[in-house]
């Protein structure tokens, strides 16, 4: 196995299913490359784990768990040769660490047995994942190269991350009765093997350092110690017995770390009090940054209630490089606008205190919170109310209500009227009107659907999301328009018509196209079934929605995806909670049309002239 199908294996663990349109434009090759790739990775983990194909959809089956975590934890990066550009790059660093001086290029590319030039392309490719390290590798003519460390404690983490599943680097714990005693020391502060294991490799990771004389010495800035000194002094007294000297106090930081990024039975509750109240003077400024650029009408004491634990963790974590586990891939994010531009907004004050860079793993997480934040205000205000038109058994009536509840995950009342004349007498609103005849309201964003459909969830769902975007639209929340494209523009000049075209109606300011293409380096905006969904903070000061959906003529390649529906967004830069139901409404429609082939369809033949529920039609 070599390197590509290691990142390839990495990547089906980290994901449930994965489509070849998404495992094309992850990893950058063409669809028959990587049908190979997958061929071979299977060849390779025969009796471990399977990769397999369920309705063009791929994930992983294993098979044997104890030999899957063996491949994980390194002895398959210590296996492979220097063929492999990483375990070159890890060779790199770990001479460079050791070196009390510069080493020649020449003798280096010989114990590499690689050319001069490949092994410029790789310290290339070095200097550039050493940036947020605080390290660089600098270069004198006839001299040779070596390595710069702004903070001495980044010379364990740059072992930790690059070296050490690549090498076995120290035998300080091979002796298992050493092992067991470490072990046991750990656990009572931190039973988790995610810690356990960490904090031994910290541990290997220091006599490494000892041996080739570099001490920690330098101050960590930012970091904070949220575990008394009386509970690490067993584990402390421990290392320093097997390292066979006295620890610094960045020394036992470095050790000690991975106690101090999430809370536990041991975090002091003084010291934790101490730094919430850092947290929350960090968290002041961010809610004035959001609040010049977004209103979006949350109640940030309760924000912070339920966010200061993530942010108080999260700084040691990107301190230390912790690796935090993205559970959460960006289709899953994109579908949160609000609360992922509340969380890059977030991201972006604490940066500019901090002079962090926060990774977008720790943004995503950020997104769900406030996301949950805006649902539960969305639910302190909402009563979603169906009615049913003529008798109906008790039975029926359950379980329509059983069905509603589970497809909205909120508390529905159901209203039943026995006759057409009761409903139209009402003044009410109604998310969805059930009855067996056909009737006619003054509300037509309102469906009206027979009550066998209640049996047919995916059709129900369908018809009510789109229900509520076209009340919406007649509510004028949500300014809506089609229009068609040439496929010959292609994705990006097909998206950035769309965006002049609103901008010389008056719909968008200028700004939007800047703030999209910058975006648009960041991110892919292109989902399933050849949908994009190109989205941006509108500051024209219009209080609604807008949604522009370009059709294009043909199917168009980008990014190793396909696209035929472009979903414009413009976010309003004012947001009261009616436009924050409307704007969830909108995507829920949009990610509903990418996954029902039959709405897809009725939309790319949509007439202007009738009511956007043509789009669930037939279906």
């Known amino acids: 196995m070599d390197g590509q199908e290691y990142r390839l294996l990495k990547y089906f663990i980290a994901n449930d299913s994965l489509t070849v349109t ?9 669809k028959r490359t990587m049908q190979k790739y997958i061929k071979e990775l299977n060849a390779d983990l025969e009796g471990i784990a399977e990769v397999r194909d369920n309705q063009q959809r791929f994930y992983l ?11 994980q934890t390194g002895f398959l990066k210590q296996s492979l040769d220097f063929n492999d550009p990483q375990k070159r790059q890890a060779f790199i660093i770990l001479k460079l660490i050791q070196a009390d001086d510069f080493i020649i290029l020449d003798d280096l590319a010989e114990q590499l047995v690689i050319s001069k030039g490949t092994l410029n392309r790789d310290i290339r490719d070095l200097k550039q994942s050493l940036v947020k390290y605080h390290a660089r590798i600098t270069s004198i003519t006839n001299k040779g190269i070596r390595l710069v460390v702004k903070y001495d404690y980044d010379y364990g983490l740059l072992l930790l991350n690059f070296v050490y599943d690549y090498y076995p680097l120290s035998t300080v714990l091979a002796d298992e009765r050493d092992k067991f005693v470490i072990e046991g020391l750990i656990r009572r502060l931190d039973a988790t093997e995610h810690t356990v294991t960490l904090i031994e490799k910290n541990l290997i990771i220091l006599a490494v350092l000892f041996e080739h004389k570099r001490r920690l010495k330098m101050p960590i800035p930012l970091y904070q110690e949220l575990i008394s000194t009386k509970k690490l002094a067993p584990l402390i007294q421990q290392a320093e017995k097997l390292l066979k000297t006295a620890l610094t106090e960045t020394e036992k930081a470095f050790l000690c770390y991975p106690l101090n990024i999430k809370l536990t039975n041991v975090t002091d509750k003084e010291r934790l009090n101490q730094r919430l109240e850092w947290i929350q003077h960090l968290f002041a400024n961010v809610q004035q940054t959001i609040q010049q650029t977004l209103n979006s009408h949350l109640n940030f004491d309760h924000v912070f209630i339920q966010i200061r634990y993530h942010l108080l963790f999260m700084v040691n974590r990107i ?20 609360a992922l531009e509340l969380a890059l907004l977030t991201a972006r004050s604490l940066e500019q205190q901090l002079h962090l860079k926060i990774p977008e793993v720790e943004s995503n997480y950020l997104t769900i919170y406030y996301q949950m934040e805006i649902e539960e205000q969305h639910h302190r205000q909402v009563n979603k109310k169906a009615a049913i038109v003529g008798p109906v058994s008790r ?6 209500m059983h069905q509603l509840n589970d497809l909205f995950q909120d508390t529905i009342e159901i209203v039943t009227f026995m006759s057409v004349l009761e409903l139209q007498q009402t003044q009410e609103h109604y998310l969805i009107v059930f009855s067996n005849q056909p009737i006619q309201l003054d509300d037509p964003s309102t469906p009206i659907v027979r009550l066998n459909s209640a049996f047919r969830t995916d059709e129900l ?15 004028g929340w949500c300014h809506f328009r089609i229009t068609r494209l040439n496929a010959q523009l292609g994705y990006l000049k097909g998206t950035e018509t769309l965006i002049k075209q609103e901008i010389a109606r008056g719909q968008l300011n200028a700004t939007f196209l800047t703030d999209w293409y910058q975006r648009e380096k960041q991110t892919n905006n292109i989902f399933e079934n050849k949908i994009a969904i190109p989205h941006m903070i509108d500051h024209s000061g219009a209080k609604r929605i ?10 168009v390649a980008y990014q190793q995806r396909q696209v035929q529906l472009i979903f414009l967004i413009g976010i309003p830069s004012q947001l009261d909670p009616q436009i924050n139901r409307a704007l969830s409404q909108v995507y829920d429609l949009i990610f509903t049309i990418s996954r029902h082939q039959n709405i897809y369809s009725n939309l790319l033949n949509y007439n202007d002239q009738q009511s956007l529920a043509q789009i669930t039609e037939g279906i």
Request: glycine share 2%; aromatic share 10%; hydrophobic share 40%.
């Open 461 to 475: 769902l369908s018809k009510v999301q789109t229900a509520q975007v076209e009340e919406a639209i007649n509510q």
């Open 546 to 555: 807008l949604l522009t959906v370009g059709i294009f003529d043909k199917i």
């Open 395 to 400: 039975s029926i009536k359950k379980f329509i």
């Open 319 to 338: 301190i230390f490089k912790a690796q935090t586990e993205n559970l959460l891939s960006n289709e899953v994010i994109e579908k949160y606008p609000v």
């Open 22 to 30: 998404e495992l094309t434009a992850q990893f950058q090759v063409s």
């Open 61 to 71: 089956k294993i098979y044997d768990y104890n030999r899957l975590t063996s491949l």
